[in-house]
């Protein structure tokens, strides 16, 4: 089955810097790939996906880079603010079967 | 936050008692899930159903159980069998496997 390891697990920043979460997945014919986000205490929201016929979408401060070759993604936050800071998941889907998700990234932002 | 929930918020269970918890959506949503996350670990599948009366076992199924008997509900069963359930348990759905889950806000068990 899929196995998507994510790093870092945890990440710090000062507000206004760059944060960068990568994920890398086993299955080459994985083709969905979404990142959720996690405030503490509260239920993971989507925030972003990409498919493979794609190689980076953005969405104003957030993007997503999708490597098919060496089977890796990574989400770009850029600007980072206070309420940035949450509990970040990649995802990933093999076919027309369930999500794996890894493990998760705590990012902290500080003013 | 509306479309999915779930109930209760917080459970306190004894050991050897099996308790249920619920959930429901008013999306219209053919696939449903249930997930366990515990610190460190992140989502991790218990039960899934694409359709009403199947549903198929997810990679941490010991211990539990589900029933799709309609579109709109999917509850789980947590049974005496599973060795430790105190976790924060987390019920999705999306409209095809393929497609964005949406999750509810969680029921925290506890077992005492």
């Known amino acids: 089955g899929e196995n998507v390891e994510q790093h870092p697990s945890t990440l710090s920043v000062q507000e206004g810097d760059s944060a960068v979460i990568k994920c890398t997945y086993s299955?080459?014919?994985?083709?969905?790939f979404p990142w959720y986000k996690q405030e503490l205490g509260k239920r993971p929201q989507l925030i972003i996906d990409?498919?493979?016929?794609?190689g980076e979408k953005k969405d104003q401060r957030i993007a997503v880079t999708l490597n098919k070759t060496a089977k890796h993604f990574s989400l770009h936050i850029t600007e980072t603010q206070p309420e940035d800071s949450a509990v970040y998941f990649c995802?990933?889907?093999?076919?027309?079967?369930?999500?794996?998700f890894g493990k998760g990234t705590m990012l902290l932002v500080s003013p | 936050d509306g479309g999915i929930t779930q109930s209760p918020k917080y459970l306190f269970r004894k050991e050897g008692q099996n308790v249920t918890l619920s959930c429901e959506q008013n999306?219209?949503?053919?696939?449903m899930y249930w997930y366990r996350q515990d610190p460190g670990q992140g989502l991790r599948l218990i039960y899934y159903?694409?359709?009403?009366?199947?549903?198929q076992k997810g990679d941490i199924a010991e211990g539990y159980s589900v029933s799709r008997e309609k579109k709109e509900s999917f509850p789980l069963t947590v049974t005496s069998a599973q060795k430790n359930p105190t976790a924060f348990y987390l019920c999705a759905s999306s409209a095809s496997l393929t497609g964005e889950q949406f999750f509810g806000p969680g029921t925290r068990l506890t077992v005492l």
């Open positions: 999306l219209n949503h053919d696939a």
């Open positions: 299955d080459s014919a994985s083709n969905y």
């Open positions: 990409i498919r493979s016929n794609v």
């Open positions: 159903s694409q359709i009403v009366n199947d549903f």
């Open positions: 995802a990933a889907n093999s076919g027309y079967s369930t999500l794996t």
